[in-house]
């Protein structure tokens, strides 16, 4: 079966009345989204609200129990994986790691579903994946010897090499320190293509993010650009913290700072 080219004329991935429910219990109910070439989305929600559930779904992991995810127009279930991955690369939040396997070789397997591909564009992809998540050195030392932030940089680096034109990433600032955090969100701001994140820290979402989809009570509760759905209201409500915008000279935008909201009288007695 061939999966038709997927063109621009059509969302990258398309969510229709999805639901899902894991032993028996409702996950997601009715989630529909369309997600356009390019764009970039900071998938949010507290803990247990269904992000990885909808990444799975996304990633045609899941099935769900009805409605339908779309790739380029075709029903992922209907598409075999080979040619999803064509398209589509995944890093899961606990990504299997082959210990014994040399960073570049784990790299390299990113390249498994381009077949076709001659020796030097299976080379040119994983030394740029490489150089992007600034693994170079690290390319002949095994998996297992690696930190948990430099297994991430890994994982997404094998998920570049296999050069989606979708990358799915579940919380992909997991282990890392402050400036590989800062660094990959920038990493994940250039690319050109569609990119779906999970992500927890609220305060980075402006990075990378054009666009911040809330979950919550197993439906999205917002879908909009990131100002809008940090608002105040949607973060005391789902997240149960206060946010307060900063400005800061060298930022276009002001910085968000989260705080627990029993600190909301002296943060008003300061500002007052
Ligand atoms: N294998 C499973 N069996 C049963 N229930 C599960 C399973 N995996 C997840 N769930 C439940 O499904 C719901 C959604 O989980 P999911 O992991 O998608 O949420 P999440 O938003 O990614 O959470 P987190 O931020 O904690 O990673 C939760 O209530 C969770 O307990």
Do not use: W
């Not at 890994?154 to 600032?173: F, M």
């Not at 569609?194 to 402006?206: G, N, P």
Request: net charge negative.
């Amino acid at each position: 079966m061939t999966v038709p080219r997927v063109t621009s004329a059509e969302p990258a991935l398309s969510l229709a009345a999805v639901s899902y429910q894991r032993q028996g219990r409702a996950v997601l109910a009715q989630v529909s989204l369309d997600i356009p070439f390019g764009q970039h989305i900071a998938l949010l929600g507290p803990n247990g609200a269904g992000k990885s559930s909808l990444l799975h779904l996304m990633a045609g992991r899941l099935r769900p129990e009805s409605g339908q995810v779309l790739l380029g127009g075709t029903d992922l279930q209907q598409m075999p994986g080979p040619e999803r991955a064509l398209q589509m690369a995944v890093v899961h939040q606990h990504e299997f790691i082959h210990a014994q396997l040399r960073v570049r070789d784990y790299v390299a397997l990113g390249r498994t579903p381009h077949s076709g591909a001659g020796r030097a564009e299976h080379a040119h992809a994983i030394d740029t994946a490489l150089s992007r998540c600034r693994l170079q050195d690290l390319q002949d030392r095994a998996m297992g010897t690696l930190s948990g932030g430099e297994q991430q940089r890994s994982a997404i680096a094998r998920a570049l090499a296999q050069e989606p034109r979708i990358l799915l990433l579940d919380e992909p600032t997991n282990h890392l320190d402050l400036r590989t955090r800062s660094d990959v969100l920038d990493l994940l701001a250039s690319l050109e293509i569609t990119v779906v994140a999970a992500l927890h820290e609220l305060s980075l979402v402006q990075r990378f993010a054009h666009r911040a989809v809330l979950l919550g009570e197993r439906r999205v509760v917002a879908d909009d650009v990131p100002a809008q759905v940090l608002t105040p209201e949607l973060v005391l409500g789902n997240f149960g913290m206060d946010v307060f915008y900063l400005p800061l000279p060298h930022r276009d935008q002001p910085v968000a700072v989260f705080e627990s909201p029993g600190l909301r009288p002296a943060i008003q007695e300061y500002e007052n």
